[in-house]
C-alpha cells in the first residue's frame, strides 16, 4: 500500500525522488529528521503547470512555491528549493538518496527517469518514516557505447567533464540553433536512458527559452 506522503505527492502532479534521513554533514536545514527530494519525472508535473498558468508569461519557480507550500502545509512538512538562496546542495542530497549519479553533461542521470527530471523542492519532516531505501545502482553511462549524449552538441560545449556554457548559450540564440531552441538539447535528447519520460515538445521549448533569455540577460 502506498504511503499517505508519497500518494500525496503524486496525485499533485510531482515525482518522489529520493528520500532519506539527514545527518549535520547534509547541511539540511534546521530540524529536518527526515527529506523527501520531489520534482518532475517526465511530463506530468509541466502539463499541471501549464493548464494553471500561461507558460509563455509565467515562472515555474512561482506556482511550484506556491503549490509545494501549499502540500507541505497539510503534510505538516516544511519546503526548501533549489531557487532559494543562499542555494541549497540539491545534487548532494541526491547523491545522499540515491537518486542517481553525475552524467558526462552535467546533470544528475536518475536510474529510472534519466536525464528528464529535475529538482524542484524537498520536503522537510520533524519525523522519519519507513520507506523503502533507494539504490543509485550502477552508473548507465559508465557501460554506455560510444557516449553518444557528447557526439550530438553542435557547438562541442560538453566534454564529459565540463559544459561551455558561453558556447551553448551563442548558439541557442543564432539562427543555427533553431533546432535546439525548438526542439530541445540534443545532446540531452541523444542518452539512451529514460526515454519514455523524455518531455514534450512544449516543456522542451519552454524550458529552452528560459535558458535562451537568461543568457541573453547576461550580454554585455
Not at 176 to 191: I, P, V, Y
Request: glycine content about 8%; aromatic content about 10%; some cysteine.
Amino acid at each position: 500500500m502506498e504511503h499517505p506522503v508519497l500518494g500525496r505527492i503524486r496525485r499533485e502532479g510531482f515525482a518522489a525522488l529520493g528520500w532519506f534521513a539527514p545527518s549535520p554533514e547534509d547541511r539540511a536545514p534546521a530540524g529536518a529528521v527526515f527529506m523527501v527530494l520531489i520534482g518532475n519525472a517526465g511530463p506530468e508535473m509541466f502539463r499541471r503547470f501549464a493548464r494553471e498558468r500561461d507558460p509563455a508569461r509565467d515562472r515555474m519557480d512561482d506556482w511550484t512555491r506556491q503549490t509545494v507550500d501549499r502540500m507541505a502545509t497539510d503534510l505538516d512538512a516544511r519546503a526548501v528549493y533549489p531557487f532559494d538562496t543562499p542555494p541549497l546542495p540539491f545534487l548532494t542530497w541526491a547523491r545522499k538518496a540515491g537518486a542517481g549519479h553525475v552524467s558526462p553533461l552535467g546533470l544528475n542521470i536518475h536510474p529510472v527517469h534519466g536525464l528528464w527530471h529535475a529538482y524542484r523542492a524537498a520536503l522537510l519532516f520533524p519525523v522519519a518514516f519507513d520507506f523503502p531505501r533507494h539504490a543509485a545502482g550502477p552508473h548507465p553511462c559508465e557501460s554506455c557505447v560510444g557516449k553518444p549524449c557528447l557526439a550530438a552538441c553542435p557547438v562541442s560545449a560538453f566534454d564529459g567533464t565540463s559544459y561551455d556554457v558561453a558556447a551553448c548559450g551563442q548558439h541557442v540564440l543564432s539562427p543555427k540553433g533553431e533546432t535546439c531552441m525548438t526542439g530541445g538539447c540534443l545532446a540531452r535528447l541523444a542518452c539512451p536512458v529514460g526515454r519514455r519520460y523524455v518531455y514534450e515538445p512544449a516543456q522542451l521549448h519552454f524550458h529552452m527559452r528560459a535558458f535562451a533569455e537568461a543568457r541573453r540577460k547576461e550580454r554585455p
